[in-house]
């Protein structure tokens, strides 16, 4: 007759070593994991503290770094260029597609709201590097844009919309609201279908019109896949770097410089490994700072 | 649930760790110290190919066919020698440039800006190279661009790079428009140039069409060749070298800067400058858009093709009559990796370039610009009417008039992309003054060359 506690012991032996093996399983993923994210991830924040070209020696110079990212006007502009970007990255696609999908889905029957689906999503699909060129050549002075313009006689606002200073941050805005449309449409369309339909009825019955309906069964109902919807552009707005970087490079004079393109400018163009580090490492904790509040109040609609 | 934790928070704490020590024992880039700077070039006796068979490793820029029809040639007369060639843009290379040369040093690499090069000890010392093959015999003018000091200032120092050729710039014009305004000849003096552009504004032309956009301020050209209208281009050479104490918010900058933004105001350009990239510009020049651009001879072959009998060139007016000419010169600039693997095979290449008749042939042909090399050397018969051979007879100018800038978009890696680009995109929206921008640029080069 074994003592019960040995057999507790062995029981728990037991287990800690199927724990074991089950880190042995998610090994691979656990090394990968280890070596190319949280390595960089801490090297970069160790580079941060140092003044280093990326190949010579370097020197220690402790929050020198930090201390002119809030000192330097040039550095500081690029934050709030992003945050203007949120504008057009997150506002816009999440309002015209929360329209969108509650039009489709009005639709839903008919063979035009797959189209739509279809061709609302494609943006998505297309790889950013060529949503830029195309862009690029759609908004030229010589463009389909202004082209537009012309023909219904707006002639007079023509202008290379990429290439002015008032113009140039919008312009890059547009083409990233034009990518992520599709996206938050077609996760709030997802999210639509999932509400029992028994709802809308019984508000009809109740003489609620569609705005009714809108505002108080489908918009409360969506708040996780808007949370969602804002969370995901918001990140991609703050972090943004592909389009811009095809679009503008940052110019005219800076107008459309974000803090992506300055890390990888900082970088790679004026070798301050250093303050392209602490640059990247403030831009992680901003896009922290603004996503976890916005993780909370979705989180609240349990 | 509670017992498993203890093994994750372990695990956790072992990973993290382990992750911060290997990060953080070590300052980063304290391994690669510059312990393989050979300050002194070893003497070289006999730099060839040999015999054996040979993979030289090149880096080239992508969209200029010199360099690869040069090989070519090579592998045809050295059949021992075979190539391994890697192609980007010129913005890539000189992002790339630092860690190509540590990581995976090529034999023969386009380079960038070489000041920062040189200082951190990645760029073979061809001094050695220049005495056996002569190079020190040929015009000093055509080296000193690539003579670093360990300090990074250029214009003396030992050799750490060599030409393929080296480029003329100037201002290229549509003869058909030209004609149309009256333009007999090319003008004189910055007056006459003014005049010119006049007319062809009232004519309903585009004057001038230079790109300016995204992160290539092309209007550093016309600036630079205003500077040393008014100026002397040995100043602007002075700071473009990082000799100290040397500055660009002069006086006579100044008047370049404000000339510059005369034109702008004038309507002198196209409006749309801001937008525009260097291939946009070269298309639009091509199909007739335009009277002038400002650029360099090694569109030279290309134009003559393209525009046949339709393009002219001529050097940058001085700001008084009978004034000297001067104009952006530089080698296209290729260096060895001081790890390189063939570097002797890679230097006897370059003196190929330079004094082998085929290869000169085809610097001149493909390059469009003047072959490197000796000053009497044998140079290809090219048609008269082409403005290759324009181009090549302004060398000739230059060379007279000691005229031979650098570029100021040159004076640091970053100079460019950070400082005249933005500056100038703002001064060609009205958004900067000419004073201001000159003291922009200034600052940001005293701390890039700190640096």
């Known amino acids: ?302 | 649930m509670a017992h498993r934790s203890p093994g994750r928070r372990l695990f956790a704490a072992l990973t993290l760790t382990g992750l911060l020590a290997s990060a953080a024992c070590s300052a980063p880039g304290s391994d690669s110290g510059s312990t393989e700077t050979d300050a002194s070039a070893a003497p070289v006796t006999s730099a060839t190919c040999g015999t054996g068979p040979v993979t030289l490793k090149g880096y080239f820029e992508t969209g200029f066919p010199l360099p690869k029809n040069l090989s070519d040639e090579f592998t045809k007369q050295f059949p021992n020698v075979k190539w391994d060639i890697r192609e980007d843009q010129f913005a890539v290379i000189t992002q790339n440039a630092p860690r190509v040369l540590t990581d995976d040093p090529p034999d023969l690499m386009r380079l960038p800006q070489v000041s920062e090069l040189v200082k951190d000890g990645l760029l073979k010392n061809l001094d050695g190279y220049a005495q056996a093959f002569g190079w020190d015999k040929w015009p000093a003018s055509q080296l000193e661009q690539m003579r670093v000091s360990s300090t990074g200032e250029r214009g003396d120092g030992p050799l750490s790079a060599m030409g393929l050729n080296f480029s003329m710039t100037g201002v290229f014009y549509n003869k058909k428009l030209a004609t149309q305004i009256g333009m007999t000849q090319p003008p004189a003096t910055l007056a006459e140039f003014d005049t010119v552009l006049q007319k062809a504004k009232d004519a309903g032309l585009v004057p001038i069409n230079q790109f300016n956009g995204g992160a290539t301020g092309g209007l550093a050209f016309p600036l630079q060749n205003l500077m040393a209208a008014y100026g002397d281009p040995a100043a602007i050479n002075q700071w473009i070298f990082q000799k100290s104490g040397a500055t660009i918010d002069t006086p006579t900058n100044l008047q370049a800067t404000q000339h510059l933004e005369k034109w702008l105001k004038a309507g002198f350009f196209a409006p749309d400058i801001n937008s525009q990239d260097y291939a946009t510009m070269m298309s639009r020049f091509i199909g007739g858009k335009n009277l002038f651009i400002f650029d360099g001879d090694w569109e030279s072959g290309n134009l003559d093709k393209q525009m046949a009998g339709n393009v002219g060139f001529f050097l940058m007016p001085s700001a008084q009559a009978g004034g000297k000419r001067a104009a952006m010169s530089a080698p296209l600039t290729y260096g060895i990796s001081s790890k390189a693997k063939n570097a002797d095979c890679a230097a006897f290449f370059l003196n190929w370039v330079a004094t082998n008749q085929q290869a000169r042939d085809i610097a001149v042909e493909v390059g469009g610009s003047h072959p490197m090399g000796p000053a009497d050397a044998y140079m290809p018969e090219v048609a008269k009417d082409t403005v290759t051979a324009s181009t090549l007879a302004a060398g000739a100018t230059i060379g007279q008039d000691n005229g031979a800038m650098d570029f100021i978009a040159n004076a640091t890696g970053a100079i460019y992309a950070k400082g005249w680009t933005p500056q100038l995109q703002k001064l060609a929206a009205g958004q900067q003054k000419p004073d201001a921008l000159l003291k922009s640029v200034q600052k940001d080069y005293e701390s890039q060359v700190k640096d």
Not at chain 1, 157 to 185: K, N, Q, Y
Not at chain 1, 217 to 225: A, D, F, G, M, N
């Open chain 1, 1 to 302: 007759m074994p003592h019960p506690s040995t057999g507790r012991r062995a029981r728990r032996a037991r287990r800690s070593r199927v724990a074991w093996i089950g880190w042995l399983f998610a090994l691979p993923a656990v090394v990968m994991y280890a070596t190319f994210v949280l390595r960089p991830l801490l090297l970069t924040v160790q580079y941060s503290f140092y003044d280093w070209n990326g190949i010579g020696s370097s020197t220690w110079v402790g929050l020198a770094n930090y201390g002119r990212l809030v000192t330097d006007p040039e550095l500081f502009a690029t934050i709030g260029h992003a945050f203007e970007l949120i504008l057009f990255f997150s506002l816009i696609p999440v309002l015209l597609g929360l329209f969108v999908a509650a039009t489709i889905r009005g639709i839903a029957r008919s063979r035009l709201a797959t189209v739509a689906r279809t061709v609302l999503f494609l943006p998505q699909v297309i790889p950013l590097v060529a949503a830029g060129i195309m862009w690029s050549w759609l908004l030229s002075s010589t463009g389909l844009a202004n082209e537009l313009l012309s023909a219904v006689g707006l002639g007079r606002l023509t202008r290379a919309w990429l290439g002015e200073f008032g113009t140039a941050l919008p312009a890059v805005g547009i083409i990233g609201a034009w990518v992520l449309v599709g996206l938050c449409t077609l996760l709030l369309l997802a999210g639509m279908s999932k509400i029992d339909p028994a709802l809308y009825e019984a508000a009809r019955l109740d003489g609620a019109g569609p705005v009714r309906e809108f505002a108080s069964i489908t918009l409360p109902s969506l708040r996780q896949e808007i949370g969602v919807c804002v969370t995901v552009t918001v990140i991609a707005a703050l972090a943004s770097f592909d389009i811009v970087y095809i679009a503008t490079q940052g110019g005219p004079g800076n107008s459309t410089m974000v803090p992506g393109l300055e890390i990888y400018y900082l970088a790679f163009s004026e070798r301050e490994v250093g303050m392209a580090s602490a640059l990247a490492v403030a831009l992680v904790i901003l896009v922290l700072a603004c996503v976890i509040p916005l993780q909370r109040f979705a989180r609240d609609a349990r």
